[in-house]
């Protein structure tokens, strides 16, 4: 028996899976496979009121946050890693348009872990004393049921929608990712509904012939779009490079609310389709992009 | 001091690449954080820690320096001939555990006692925020767990208070003990390399004090640039240059000098 079809447009995924006021989790990868083009759907569509959940979210959050989707983040870091602050973000915290849960990358992981654990909360030795406590009401300082130690309890997060970008999935919702993976495996697992964009869309064979980098089980996706380039311009370990030239001119653009107002129009609203973005994005700079050396690993024997 | 500094071959963020590079001792396992520190690591395995184990919060553990330069620790040619692609709790377990001997971290601001704030400028209550900065990332972990850590910043008074208005990462909190009352395992502050010199920090009190100053820059500059009566070594001495094969190597890494330009 074929499990039915989970493929679906990068517009009906995020129109049927992601509610006004929900809570998601994007760009678990930390600096690779951030889901861009969800993203840029989510601000299409006028998403309102979310509340994004992510550990580093490099610009994507930055970006939702410019476009008035977002009510709250809980997450580590938010700015752009190779330029320092996001100003989309720096101006609705300082004028109180959004509420921020200030965590640390080991904290928003056990946090997510333990969502995907099933358990209300996990312990850790880090951010003691730290002022994290004061603005993120989902950590306290415990005393150990064993040793008596202090440690911090982190409080579960269940993400509403996870939305993961990867190499390649089959129909059903199994998918391989490779290179390193941040929080996307806790990610995953904790979340409500799970969307996984991919690279490609290849035959279950593919993907059943080597399990082993499965990042998690196919019944615990609802959904798959093809999104080629759906990670530009963060780096797809594959499949293209990091643009570094988006990031800096994003950081030069996104200054003043007229300035992202005018990138959102160019890079988001006038684009629907992947190939429009691959349009817009041009056939030599994509080529720059692509991988220039290859380095295939060996192949592995799963028989009996 | 302008005609000093324009006679010099380098720049001074190869100097504090250079300083942060010699604080990472062979065979040591260092968790490498953003920017300069990137460098200092590369530095450093070329040069006297070619045993030195690079972990990255992305969930990267290599021991050979990337194929190609790369700008951030995601680019793919950090990626490519790891020796582990983890998930970020894998990596920040074993710095829980104690199993990284030092780790780098940039600050915004910091105090006396090396605690250091990169979120809120001004304080985080509404109304209080001047300035939201990005956040902790990994910094408080580092911070908290880690045998040591290295802080690289620039060198203002208005960045070296007496108090921060928001501990993102953990030094020495008011002083000596603090760190073992909260619980906290990692060692603490090492070192705080800025544009100006090196401080370092009194067993005792957990005081910053001057350790040394980079060649060009007084004493009394230094001073004047800290928000605090900053304490003076016994025997302070000069921040050695970076030596010429230093140099070669950050220019290959860093070939547009992305971090390291003037």
């Known amino acids: 028996m074929t499990p039915s079809s989970k493929l679906t447009s990068l517009h009906e995924a995020i129109a049927r899976g992601v509610a006004d006021g929900s809570t998601i989790v994007l760009g678990a990868g930390l600096e690779a496979c951030i889901p861009f083009a969800a993203g840029h759907e989510i601000m299409r569509q006028r998403k309102r009121g979310l509340t994004l959940v992510g ?200 200054q003043t609310p007229e300035g992202f107002a005018a990138w959102q129009a160019r890079w988001v609203d006038a684009v629907q389709t992947s190939a429009d973005y691959l349009a817009l994005l041009g056939a030599e700079r994509a080529a720059r992009l692509a991988l220039a050396h290859h380095d295939y690993s060996e192949a592995v024997d799963y028989g009996y | 001091m302008a005609t000093e500094a324009q006679t010099r071959s380098y720049t001074p963020a190869e100097l504090m690449v250079a300083a942060a590079a010699r604080e990472i001792g062979d065979g040591e396992v260092v968790f490498v954080g953003m920017r300069l520190p990137l460098l200092g690591f590369q530095l450093a395995k070329r040069t006297h820690a070619p045993g030195a184990i690079g972990i990255y919060e992305l969930g990267i553990i290599r021991s050979t320096p990337a194929p190609e330069p790369i700008l951030t620790m995601g680019d793919l040619p950090n990626l490519c001939r790891a020796q582990w692609l983890a998930d970020t709790l894998d990596v920040m377990s074993l710095l829980q555990r104690g199993d990284i001997h030092v780790s780098f971290i940039g600050g915004a601001q910091v105090d006396r006692f ?101 060649p060009g820059v007084t004493v009394e500059q230094i001073l004047a640039a800290t928000g605090w009566p900053l304490r003076v070594a016994p025997q302070v001495t000069q921040t050695p240059e970076p030596t010429a094969e230093a140099l070669a190597i950050l220019r290959h890494f860093d070939p547009q000098g992305f971090w390291t330009g003037s």
Not at chain 1, 130 to 143: E, R, V
Not at chain 2, 161 to 183: E, K, L, N
Request: proline residues 6%; aromatic residues 6%.
């Open chain 2, 114 to 214: 090396g605690n250091l704030n990169t979120s809120y400028i001004g304080g985080m209550a509404p109304g209080r925020i001047e300035t939201r900065l990005p956040g902790s990332g990994g910094a408080c972990d580092l911070a908290s767990l880690a045998g040591r850590h290295i802080i690289i910043m620039p060198h203002e008074k208005r960045r070296f208070v007496p108090r921060v208005d928001y501990i993102t990462s953990p030094g020495y909190g008011d002083g000596a003990g603090w760190r073992q009352r909260a619980g906290l395992t990692g060692g603490g502050p090492a070192a705080v390399i800025t544009t100006l010199g090196v401080l370092r920090f009194d067993p005792d009190t957990g005081e910053m004090m001057l350790a040394s100053v980079h």
């Open chain 1, 55 to 254: 550990p580093i979210s490099d610009i994507l959050f930055d970006q939702l946050i410019g476009a008035g989707c977002v009510r709250a983040v809980r997450a580590a870091w938010v700015g752009n890693v190779i330029t320092g602050s996001g100003y989309n973000f720096r101006r609705a915290v300082e004028s109180g348009r959004i509420a921020v849960e200030d965590h640390s990358n080991l904290t928003l992981a056990l946090a997510l872990r333990a969502g995907a654990m099933g358990v209300p909360f996990l312990p850790t030795r880090t951010a003691l004393g730290s002022d994290l406590f004061a603005s993120n009401a989902h950590l306290k300082s415990i005393t150990c049921p064993f040793t008596a130690e202090r440690l911090t309890a982190v409080a579960a997060i269940v993400p509403d929608v996870a939305i993961l970008h990867v190499q390649r999935a089959d129909a059903a919702g199994h998918a391989h990712l490779w290179g390193n993976f941040g929080v996307t495996r806790e990610a995953g697992l904790a979340s409500q509904h799970v969307i996984v964009c991919a690279e490609e869309i290849v035959a279950a064979e593919v993907i059943a012939r080597d399990p082993n980098r499965v990042v998690l089980p196919g019944f615990r996706v609802n959904a798959v779009v093809h999104a080629p380039w759906g990670a530009h311009p963060s780096p797809m370990p594959g499949h293209y490079n990091r643009d570094h030239e988006l990031f800096l001119s994003y950081q030069r653009e996104s």
